[in-house]
């Protein structure tokens, strides 16, 4: 694994910022100056709606795990939705830090910071304000260790991730997961106000999960990471090298997901599930690094296909976590 430094803030993006600053990228008009509709969706944006479903999906079965079968369904709904404000809230942080890089790159040219319909202060107080409001409603509704856990989620990716990791290391993402797989203790804190072993072991499986998940899609897009100075792995690695970093990350999340049935959190149909599951994406990995041994580039070395099936797995896995207690 490899570890390079790169400048905090990339050179030539100092127009960009002056532009994003006076909210006239891709616009003539100030954001309070555009249809209210479309501003409302771009305040969503700001959120990262299509990940936080991601967060979700990993939140509510440990709910169900946590509690051997169905929890209370308004608790279930308090942490859906202060899971989203936080998750919301470390987004729009994000958006407001990287808007600089944001604007020179092709796949978030058209974020609102970038656009124009949010301004970077209105940014920056709607994420500060999410970030207060979800922890306030996690703690008074739900109980204080989930809202301290959900506070710790958004603080380490906002400032160690976004802050600190991702233009400095191709480690970024791997180290800057951590972030992502907080959900998981926040789902089984809310039921038990407690945490044990079950939990961790799918805090694991999500940190092993992430960096094969993301760098496929690190690959398709290296050439806008390259132009930013954000030193991803596939940026200063070939793709024999990622690949088999991706096929090492996968073999341990695979093992790590297989834990919990001999420590008694899970049965029969959970453990046929991540092994098939499991045993794909494995299949998956290996064909990618196969192609990349090749030498296969562009469209036909299809490192997008395990992207894919990365969402899928995880999906399934943790599916198969909510229904396991109802067949035990």
Avoid at 130 to 142: D, I, N, Q, Y
Avoid at 170 to 177: A, C, L, R
Avoid at 186 to 202: D, E, H, R, Y
Wanted: aromatic share 10%; with cysteine.
């Amino acid at each position: 694994m490899c570890v390079t430094a790169v400048e905090s803030r990339p050179g030539g993006t100092s127009q960009a910022l002056k532009a994003l600053g006076e909210g006239v990228l891709g616009t003539s008009q100030s954001p309070a100056r555009r249809p209210f509709g479309a501003r409302v969706m771009a305040f969503v944006a700001l959120t990262k709606p299509r990940i936080i479903e991601l967060l979700l999906i990993t939140t509510v079965p440990v709910m169900f795990l946590a509690q051997q079968g169905v929890p209370d369904l308004g608790l279930v709904l308090l942490t859906c939705v202060g899971g989203y404000l936080s998750a919301g809230g470390a987004n729009a942080l994000n958006m407001y830090i990287d808007r600089d890089i944001d604007a020179l790159m092709d796949r978030t040219s058209q974020r609102p910071l970038v656009t124009g319909m949010v301004g970077p202060r209105e940014c920056l107080a709607f994420g500060i304000a999410l970030a207060v409001v979800s922890t306030l409603m996690f703690g008074l509704a739900v109980n204080w260790l989930s809202a301290w856990l959900s506070l710790g989620a958004l603080l380490f990716y906002v400032v160690v991730y976004t802050m600190l990791l991702k233009r400095r290391t191709s480690q970024n993402i791997v180290w800057g997961g951590i972030a992502g797989c907080m959900p998981v203790l926040i789902g089984w804190s809310a039921v038990t106000n407690s945490l044990s072993w079950a939990p961790v072991i799918l805090f694991l499986v999500i940190f092993f999960w992430t960096p094969p998940h993301y760098w496929p899609l690190s690959m398709k897009v290296k050439d806008d990471y390259a132009r930013v100075g954000v030193p991803m792995l596939p940026v200063i690695a070939s793709n024999k090298v990622v690949a088999k970093q991706i096929v090492l990350y996968s073999w341990v999340m695979v093992a790590v997901s297989l834990l919990l049935t001999p420590l008694g959190y899970t049965g029969w149909f959970y453990t046929a599930v991540a092994l098939a599951a499991g045993g794909w994406w494995l299949w998956e990995a290996h064909a990618l690094l196969n192609r990349a041994k090749a030498e296969v580039t562009g469209g036909k070395l299809k490192e997008m296909r395990l992207f894919h099936w990365s969402i899928t797995y995880v999906s399934l896995l943790f599916v198969a976590i909510a229904v396991d207690p109802f067949l035990r």
